[in-house]
């Protein structure tokens, strides 16, 4: 926005691949990375230490968000395959990470990548139908998933940990030092953040991820020019579960419990609405799209708080709180789709392509 | 322009200053976080639950607050989501909560480690663990009624009454909602039934748990049970109790957990005729003819409004008002420790919260008595069963077999 853009020629496909299009990029990535790395600190220098635990513990929520969203636009984004049995594989995650730390004493570095790798195995067996059926059909595909591993899950002590099917997780540790308040765990969240973003950023700019948009537009055309649609659905089912399964992983770590009732259909849903109202097939609609749905209702809270004791009274307030919060959100997810049907990553295009060359356009 | 500034900063740094010398003047008040339900999964309890905290912390600050100190029930509703209850705690914490009422199972399992770490207490009566009761192994967690399995334990005993004392050879279906809560009570139940020599079978009904005329069939016509154990929620209730109605099974034979029993559940089963004779178990007393009732109703009256209309559904009302009238009591102990001005944190409240007794409301509350080791406060309950379309007292608060509920405890204790 404040820079020129002109005067660099790319002359090779390697840079005009690159992960920075422009130098000054990654200067702008240093400075949010820096920013990144001070939240905790400035947010106590600014407001103290008991309200940054607050501040700190909502953007928590958001980073384990963006882990989750970005993991789905692969799929369904990218690849154009539809899921809504996401959440279940975020509780293979879960359940597969909290079992190995409870029942083996692993730490995070290893039951993390193995809740990864079981999400992303048992997602490559759910994406099989997805090799013969499209559309509404792999949907429901995939919400018989949703409900199979809820149910078995459910059912197998050897997995829930027994009846009550929730299994408390021991904090995460690093060098021995236990991670516990929202501060220490923003930094072993952000990490995790930060690696999936750039993660996806390079597998989307790959052989790999074109080959995913190439099936998502047109399979068939896909297959003729020697795409391999068999390995690259199932490629993609796994990707996105392995996401997904560290999502659920994240999950467990930050509230000390596995536990199945996070994970039903309504947190598929809730994803699902991220990617669409942040842009499908974009690496910022996702973040976007996290960082709208997780703040949203908080935000209408907070101002229903503050303003909403003009019009009513304090007990009709308690009501009516929560109430306008649905409503709003609903209404606002239509504004968003109507007024911007390609997301918040298109919005916030058009905003910087105006002031890409304002003043002076035309 | 900038003398305008000038003067506005002037006026907003008197006004900060002048604040701050009220706050230093008048004793806080104190905050108590309140996390609820109106616009989730549960929010068919939630509508009424809450009205029920919020209008007896109104009527205990119109009678001039807990020892001369304001309350203020600050409520967030987490449509029973997990990290929207995270986010809730934490948000209580900012606003300085000395004790906070959770809602919902998975919730208070999420939070019970960070309850700890915090030295916050929080109490989840009839969801939670049943395990929580210890409080040794969960200091910061009060599950402050009957948990699952003190229901299972007095739902046999509620049983051998009706069926003249003695079990031995009686058949008793469990039916159940087929999800962890419902399979809690499960270990309890085995174990009586080798106690007390009766025949356990168990029905399970999946979610939704819309659809259960197969269960109620096999229960009543194949397996033909003497008595049944129903633990239902949400909508199932109801179906259940048109289901056995459909088939004629005598609803005075059926006895259901806590959360099969509002008056919404008979409603929606057709009406209270329907369910004539059917037993339901509760925490807390069931009517608004108590005298806190009396009471809110002439708050209101005060105020020149009408009787709020949830007062209607008394079950749920009324463990709101149950739920943070424990809370109130432990906030009253432990200002009586402190001192009524003295600024109180989550680990004095802990400590009022464990020295809990004799706080009936005039029968609308057990006889609790919450202590450092049992944090259940007894595990009381009544039972209420439907006559002439209303529910009505059918016990008074008891409660069964502590001894086996005991082991269990010690038990689960052990295994982790």
Known sequence: MFHRESGYFKTTYAADGGLYPLPIAKWTIGVLLAGFILLPTISTAVSGAVSAEYYVSVVNLILIAVVGALGLNILVGYTGQISIGHAAFMSVGAYTAANLAVKLGLPFWVTLPAGGLMAAFIGAIVGIPSLRIKGLYLAIATLAAQLIIEWVINHTPAISGGSQASIEVPRPTVFGYPLKTQRELYYFLLFFAVLAIVGTLNLVRSRIGRAFVAIRDQDIAAEIIGIDIFRYKLTAFAISSFYAGVTGVLYTYYLGIANYENFLITTSIDYLAMIIIGGLGSVLGSILGAIFVTLLPIVIRVFMESFGTLLFTASELNNVIPATRLGLFGLLIIVFLVVEPEGLNRLWRNIRNYFRVWPFSY | ?416
């Open chain 2, 1 to 416: 322009m900038t003398r305008h500034l000038a003067r506005l900063t002037a006026a907003a740094a008197g006004a900060i200053l002048m604040s701050a010398g009220a706050a230093i003047a008048q004793p806080k008040e104190i905050v108590i976080g309140v996390q609820c339900d109106r616009t989730g999964a549960t929010q068919t309890v939630g509508v009424f639950f809450c009205p029920g905290v919020h209008d007896y912390t109104n009527l205990i600050n119109s009678k001039g607050g807990v020892e001369g100190r304001k309350i203020r029930a600050m409520e967030i509703d987490h449509e029973y989501k997990v990290p929207q209850g995270m986010e809730a705690y934490e948000r209580h914490k900012k606003e300085g909560a000395v004790s906070i009422l959770l809602y919902g199972t998975p919730h208070t399992q999420a939070l019970a480690a960070k309850l700890a770490e915090d030295k916050i207490p929080g109490t989840s009566p009839g969801f939670g663990s049943a395990a929580s009761a210890d409080g040794k192994r969960y200091p910061y967690l009060f599950p402050i009624a009957a948990t699952y399995w003190s229901q299972a334990a007095a739902a046999v005993q509620f049983v051998k009454g009706k069926l003249g004392g003695n079990l031995k050879g009686k058949k008793i279906a469990y039916l159940f909602y087929d999800n962890p809560a419902g399979k809690e009570p499960l270990p309890i139940l085995e174990d009586l039934a080798k106690l007390e020599g009766f025949e356990l079978k168990t029905f399970a009904v999946p979610a939704p748990g819309v659809e259960m005329g197969a269960q109620v069939l096999d229960i009543t016509q194949r397996y033909r049970a003497d008595f049944v154990i129903a633990h239902l929620f949400g909508r199932s209730p109801s179906v259940s109790i048109k289901e056995f109605k459909r088939v004629g099974y005598p609803l005075s034979k059926v006895v259901s957990f806590v959360w099969g029993s509002a008056e919404a559940d008979l409603e929606a089963a057709g009406g209270g005729a329907v369910a004539e004779g059917y037993n339901t178990m509760q925490f807390a007393g069931v009517g608004s003819d108590y005298p806190v009732h009396k009471q809110i109703r002439e708050m209101y009256q005060k105020e020149g409004k009408p009787a709020p209309k949830e007062m209607v559904s008394t079950v749920y009302y009324n463990r709101g008002i149950f739920h943070i009238a424990v809370h109130i009591e432990a906030v009253r102990n432990a200002l009586k420790a402190k001192g009524a001005t003295a600024n109180i944190t989550g680990e004095d409240v802990k400590n009022g919260f464990e020295k809990v007794k004799g706080v009936t409301l005039d029968g609308l509350m057990p006889p609790l008595e919450i202590t450092p080791t049992d944090h259940e406060g007894g595990g009381w309950v009544q039972i209420f069963t439907v006559k002439g379309g209303k529910l009505t007292k059918a016990s008074e608060w008891f409660r069964a077999y502590p001894e086996v509920i005991k082991k269990h405890i010690e038990a689960d204790a052990k295994k982790s």
